[in-house]
């Protein structure tokens, strides 16, 4: 339910330029042809705009914006006027540069002090906005520009502190320094501190989303007053909000969310006050919403989903008859939904969640103008009503209980409603009863159609041929009988949790536009179809986990392929891995734990450059693991499992020396938090639905199995319950990403090595029923992260380490070594017995393993993005919409 509001939340983008837009001044300032004649520019500055050039190269995937272009390729010294070039601007007079903007140029490279943009010494304003300048520092060249009064590095990968020099811009109307971060992560790459931002008292427009302030609100902002737009949003920022920032005399814009520890509550509001656009959601804001909101009447945007406000929702919203985007979800808001919403007739987004178990609400008819309608509640039950047919331009429509509602929603409603795109019910007991004649006529606009845990007791019967559905997911009800086929047109589908038997049907091979199948959690059998990962198809994803299929596993990608995970767990399988998986370039993740397949471990697999995940447990792989061979790594391996098969021999060093990628967290894992991948499709010409693939993989962790979404920073070995023996490499230290190291049930010897104490991220160690001797490693006392610790059932002997995390370790952890003392143990250090001899000779011989089989899984988290802007990129909520949500006030301004 989550993921489906995170992703609605993306959708305000869309609106956010739809509403604002409106006001955009329709001369367009960043042309640079005029009327008057056009000065002629100075051949120093030319010269240094050239080479300012040369230090790039051009690369379309370094900006994102959909209109991007290389200005500079225009550049040329063959054109002796570079006050005519794209993106520059002189003064009439000076004939000095006054303007670059080189913002969505596809550039790539870095710029630093030296850098001859610097030489450019009468520049008034500077936009390098949506370029890739490949994790630079902000010079602090900046200084040179004392007449700057416009300043754009957002969404260009700087990186590093935003320096002090930036203070000495006292001119600077302009600011933008936001999304400055990798792919879709959360993890800031600026860093600025309040001092930088003191001195700037001219500000008007002060955009810094996603920079790392890590701090209080800077208290001297209430000061500012020239602000007219402030940007806060997933700053890092705590402690209580200064309320008379929003009494702000020209202050129309404010956003301060997702700042998960920010407090504060909205103040009364006077009369005229210029309030547009507020943005609080993922807040911990509280209180009332107080009736004196009504004084916004230049109100469009107010959205504080997901904060903590309670109380009844005040009637006196209905007099801000501008409001557009209306979201007050998942709050501690009480009581019924006013009426005088109804009042709210431009309203293109309405977002409510319901405390009270009312029907549907008989007005909602009057917004016209809707385009997405997200109604959650505790409680759903009693008919939709008709006049839900009056919103002919609704896109997406989504519906959910937090409990199975208690009335029969006829689908028939849906198909009346003309516009509809996109359908999300969550929860929600659904009936298909039709009008005659309308079945077929109406349900080709379908592009998406999302009916998860809706007691569905049979598959719709109306999904034909004509159906344009790109995505449909029926998971978590309870169909029967054999495996439906999705239309033609099907890029995902999900069945998954259901009751559906049989095999799957030789249609299939036919989906030739099919990305993403999860078929998990149903009673299918037969042998898996081969067809499915032929080259012309374009599969992804292949989850048929938790099923009874057997046979062997068919050869996949023999002339390459788009395959990037295949989930076979929980099944009967037998045979080989089919080494023709190696052709499969885009691999990242193979799962076939819990089967019956017998081979020797796979080494080739170290060929494939993606490869992340490989979990190989619960079957009956054997023999040793060997030396490494050239091009053949694991490089990229983040988690691998070989647990409960029949390996043997010494634990696999070379193998181990390898993980390059449990060595360090790269600049890719670092900053882009899940493992996953996203396919979008258009839904209209505007609109696009998308969908984020995240992984989860159920794993041995903490000392029991759970479901872990894969994260990028996540590393972890599991060689459990084998023969391995020998002792355990000192170069198990190296792997200083390992979060978690399961080595339980073999018959390794030896010490415990100190390098262990290197594993700083180490948050779980199993090295339990072996016979490993020595002492346990002071060392260890360091792995502040360690939650769980397990070194029962062996040889130790010695003082346990005291204090930091091992004061937190139950004697269970330490059972069965006679040999240790120390709390949590009632052994006290030099009191301990002498072993008689008989003893000491029980201990070194190895200990039975009583094994049990563990039912190894995997859950993989289909998150339904909803539809999405024009120009939107995954995970750019509320990103991208930063670039250009208030350029209508800087056209005004600038």
Excluded at 32 to 41: D, E, G, H, L
Excluded at 120 to 147: E, G, T, V
Excluded at 414 to 440: V, Y
Excluded at 470 to 496: Q, T, V
Aim: proline share 5%; hydrophobic share 40%.
């Amino acid at each position: 339910m989550r993921s489906i509001s995170l992703s609605l939340a993306v959708l305000l983008h869309l609106f956010v330029k739809l509403c604002l837009l409106c006001e955009i001044v329709v001369s367009d300032n960043y042309s640079f042809a005029s009327s008057y004649k056009q000065p002629s520019c100075h051949d120093d500055e030319k010269s240094a705009l050239l080479q300012f050039k040369k230090s790039f190269i051009i690369d379309k995937y370094s900006s994102s914006d959909e209109g991007a272009y290389p200005k500079v390729l225009q550049w040329n010294k063959n054109a002796s006027n570079c006050c005519m070039w794209d993106g520059v601007r002189c003064d009439k007079e000076t004939s000095h540069v006054i303007e670059l903007d080189v913002s969505s140029s596809c550039l790539f490279g870095s710029i630093n002090f030296n850098s001859t943009l610097f030489n450019l010494l009468h520049l008034r304003r500077l936009n390098l906005a949506d370029n890739d300048f490949n994790y630079s520092q902000i010079p602090s060249a900046l200084k040179k520009f004392p007449s700057l009064n416009y300043l754009n590095l957002s969404q260009s990968r700087f990186f590093g502190q935003v320096p002090i020099e930036i203070s000495y811009l006292s001119n600077l109307a302009a600011l933008d320094l936001s999304l400055n971060f990798y792919g879709d992560s959360e993890v800031r790459f600026l860093k600025l501190r309040n001092p930088v931002l003191s001195n700037l008292t001219n500000l008007e427009f002060l955009h810094l989303g996603s920079v790392d302030m890590s701090s209080a609100v800077p208290i001297f902002l209430k000061n500012f007053s020239s602000l007219v737009s402030l940007d806060l949003e997933n700053c890092d920022l705590y402690g209580e909000f200064p309320a008379e920032i929003f009494q702000l005399p020209n202050l129309q814009a404010l956003i301060v969310s997702a700042n998960e520890n920010l407090t504060g509550y909205l103040p009364e509001f006077h009369q005229n006050n210029p309030l547009k656009h507020l943005q609080l959601e993922d807040t911990r804001f509280s209180g009332s919403l107080p009736s004196s909101i009504e004084n916004l009447h230049s109100l469009e945007y107010f959205s504080v989903q997901r904060c903590h406000f309670s109380g009844p929702i005040p009637s006196s919203l209905g007099k801000l008859t501008k409001l557009t985007i209306l979201d007050l979800r998942r709050n501690s808001l009480i009581g019924h939904i006013p009426s005088s919403l109804q009042n709210l007739t431009r309203l293109i987004y309405l977002a409510l969640d319901n405390q009270k178990s009312d029907p549907i609400l008989s007005w909602i008819g009057n917004l016209t103008q809707l385009v997405v309608l997200s109604l959650h509640q505790n409680e759903f039950h009693g008919t939709i009503p008709q006049s839900l047919s009056k919103l002919t331009n609704l896109k997406l429509l989504s519906l959910a209980a937090d409990n199975l509602g208690h009335g029969m929603v006829k689908f028939d409603v849906f198909l009346k409603m003309k516009s509809l795109s996109a359908l999300i019910l969550l929860n929600i007991n659904l009936s298909f009863q039709f009008e005659k004649g309308n079945m077929n006529a109406s349900l080709p606009k379908f592009k998406a159609l999302i009916m998860s845990s809706c007691n569905l007791i049979e598959f719709p019967n109306f999904l034909g041929n004509r159906s344009k559905l790109k995505a449909l997911s029926l998971a978590g009800n309870m169909l029967r009988g054999p495996l439906p086929i999705p239309p033609p047109s099907i890029k995902e589908f999900d069945a998954s949790d259901n009751m559906l038997s049989g095999e799957i049907p030789p249609h299939y091979c036919n989906l030739t536009s099919l990305n993403y199948l999860r078929l998990c959690g149903n009673n299918l059998s037969g042998e898996i179809p081969a067809c499915l990962v032929n080259p012309s198809h374009s599969m992804s994803v292949i989850r048929l986990g938790r099923n009874s299929f057997h046979g062997i596993i068919p050869e996949m990608c023999k002339n390459g392929g788009n395959l990037e995970m295949l989930d076979l767990s929980d099944n009967k399988l037998q045979g080989l891995l089919p080494r023709s998986l190696s052709n499969c370039k885009k691999f990242q993740g193979l799962i076939v734990s819990k089967n019956q397949l017998i081979d020797v471990f796979p080494s080739w697999l170290g060929a494939l450059p993606y490869l992340r995940f490989l979990v190989l447990s619960h079957n009956g792989f054997y023999g040793a693991i060997g030396k490494v061979e050239k091009d053949l790594e694991f490089t990229k391996l983040q988690v691998m499992d070989l647990s409960f098969n029949n390996f043997v021999g010494e634990l696999p060093s070379e193998y181990i020396s390898s993980l390059n990628s449990m060595k360090h967290i790269d600049m890719v894992s670092k900053f882009a938090p899940y493992m996953n991948f996203e396919v979008t499709f258009h839904v209209t010409k505007d609109f696009r639905v998308s969908f984020t693939i995240v992984y989860e993989v159920k794993v041995t962790f903490k000392g029991r199995e759970t479901y872990r979404v894969i994260q990028n920073n996540f590393a972890l070995i599991d060689l459990s319950s084998n023969k391995f023996e020998g002792e355990i490499p000192e170069l198990v230290g190296n792997l200083t990403s390992l979060c978690s190291l399961n080595l339980s049930n073999n018959m390794l010897t030896g010490n415990i090595p100190t390098s262990l104490g290197n594993l700083k991220e180490l948050e779980s160690l199993d090295l339990s029923n072996n016979n490993l001797s020595g002492k346990i490693p002071q060392q260890m006392n360091e792995l502040t992260f360690l939650a769980y610790l397990n070194v029962s059932h062996n040889n130790l002997i010695g003082p346990i380490p005291q204090g930091t995390q091992f004061s937190t370790f139950g004697s269970n952890s330490f059972e069965g070594n006679l040999g240790l003392c120390g709390k949590p143990l009632l052994n006290k250090c030099g009191n301990l017995p002498a072993l008689p001899p008989s003893h000491a000779q029980e201990l070194e011989s190895p200990i039975e393993l009583d094994r049990k089989f563990v039912w190894v899984g995997i859950l993989s988290g289909l998150v339904v993005g909803g539809i999405l802007g024009d120009t939107v990129t995954r995970r750019n909520r509320a990103w991208t919409r930063l670039v250009e949500k208030f350029r209508w006030m800087l056209q005004e301004r600038f």
